[in-house]
């Protein structure tokens, strides 16, 4: 089993920056790709950042040259760095992690991007 714990969302003016981190726990070493999800209200749930099972990363192409995905493996962290952030931006950020068809999910954490 794989936990997975979110922590860094908040509000922030348009232009502004914060960094989200998802903290995995549990059986982290069967763990094959990772990442970020968002889900704005009245939409479906989106991929932002994903390292892949063979260790590139794909972006969202609404993100790519703002979020920076990172991690760091001693601390089984991933991190997304969010510059530049904008209104439609908003949404709960859902920290991914899977092993093979088996797919886990932290509890969502809340980016609002407002004046």
């Known amino acids: 089993q794989v936990q997975l714990v979110e922590s860094g969302g908040g509000l922030v003016q348009p232009g502004g920056s914060l960094r989200l981190s998802c903290a995995a726990s549990g059986s982290t070493f069967s763990i094959d790709a990772m990442g970020w999800f968002r889900q704005a209200p009245g939409k479906q749930r989106e991929l932002v950042a994903l390292?892949?099972?063979?260790?590139?990363?794909i972006y969202a192409d609404s993100v790519k040259g703002r979020y920076t995905l990172s991690r760091d493996n001693a601390k089984s962290t991933v991190y997304l760095q969010m510059n530049s952030l904008k209104p439609e931006d908003t949404a709960v950020y859902y920290c991914?992690?899977?092993?093979?068809?088996?797919?886990?999910w932290g509890q969502g954490t809340q980016v609002t991007v407002s004046s």
């Open positions: 991914y992690g899977n092993r093979r068809t088996i797919v886990y």
């Open positions: 390292f892949t099972s063979s260790g590139s990363i």
